[in-house]
C-alpha cells in the first residue's frame, strides 16, 4: 500500500498505479502509459494533500465509494495535458481558408456554416479558427457561423471561454495575426468580442455513448486527442466523427495521429486532412 512519505511526497505502487489507470481508461477512454508515472504522483499528490487522504488507495476508494461528481471530473482534469497555442499546424488553417473560400463562393449569404474544435483545451485553436476565417472573409458575419469548443476537463473550458492569455502567447505570431487581440491594462492579450461571440465551450466526454450535438458540422479539428486513447478507442471515435461531417467536409487531426479502424469513411487529401466520403449513403444506411 501506498503511503506519505517524509518529504511530504505519496509513494505509488504498483497496483495503486493500476488501480488509477483502470479508473481513467473507464471514465475518460485516456491510457495511461507507464512513463506518465511521475505525472500521476505530481498531479493526484495535490489532491490527495487536499481531501486529507493518507495514500493513493485511499483516494481511489474515495472516488468509488463517497466521492462526487465534482472529485471525479477533477481526478480526470489532473490527468489530461493540455498543450496548445495559436496557429499551432498552420497547414490546417491554410487548408480550411481555402475551404471556406470555395463555400463562401458556391453558397447564398446566410448559409449555416459549423465547425467543431473537439478536445479544444484552453481555446486557442477554436480561437484561431474564429480570428483567421473572419480575417480571410468578412462577410462571413452574414452567415450562420458559429463554433463548438468541446473539452473533458471543465477547468480548462471554463479559461478559454474568458478569452484572455499571457501576452506571451502572441509570441512567435506575425504582426498582422497578433493585431486583432485587445491589449488589457494587467499586460494580458484578449480575443477581440466578435471572435468570442462566434465560439460556444461546453464541456464533453468523447467516450461518451450519446454525443448532445447533431451535426452536421463542415469542418473537425481533433488534433492531438487520440493520442490519449488506445487504438480501439481511437478507431470508434473517427468512425463517430466522420458521422458528424458534412458530405465532403474535412477532419484535421494531430501530427502524429492515424485514424486507424476508423478511416473507411475518410480519403486523405492532405498532411493529417482527412475528407468525409459518402457521409450521406452512410447516414441513410444508419
Partial sequence: MGSRMDQGEFSLSEREFTRIKARVYKVAGISLSDAKRTLVISRLSKILRALNLPSFDAYVDYLERAGTAQDGQNFVNALTTNLTRFYREDHHFEHLRAYIGQ???????????????AGCSTGQE????????LGAFPELKRWDFRILATDIDTAVIQKAARGIYPASELSGLSAERARPFE??????????????GL????????IEPAWPMKGPFDA???????IYFDKPTQGTMFGRLGTLLAPNGFLYIGHSENLGSGGDGFRLVGKTIYQSRETANRRAAA
Fill in 183 to 196: 491589449h488589457l491594462a494587467d499586460g494580458t492579450v484578449r480575443v477581440p468580442e466578435a471572435v468570442r
Fill in 199 to 206: 465560439v460556444a465551450f461546453k464541456p464533453l466526454n468523447l
Fill in 220 to 226: 473537425i479539428f481533433c488534433r492531438n486527442v487520440a
Fill in 103 to 117: 463555400l463562401l463562393a458556391e453558397k447564398p449569404r446566410g448559409t449555416r456554416l459549423r465547425i467543431w474544435s
Fill in 126 to 133: 477554436a480561437y484561431t479558427i474564429g480570428m483567421d476565417l
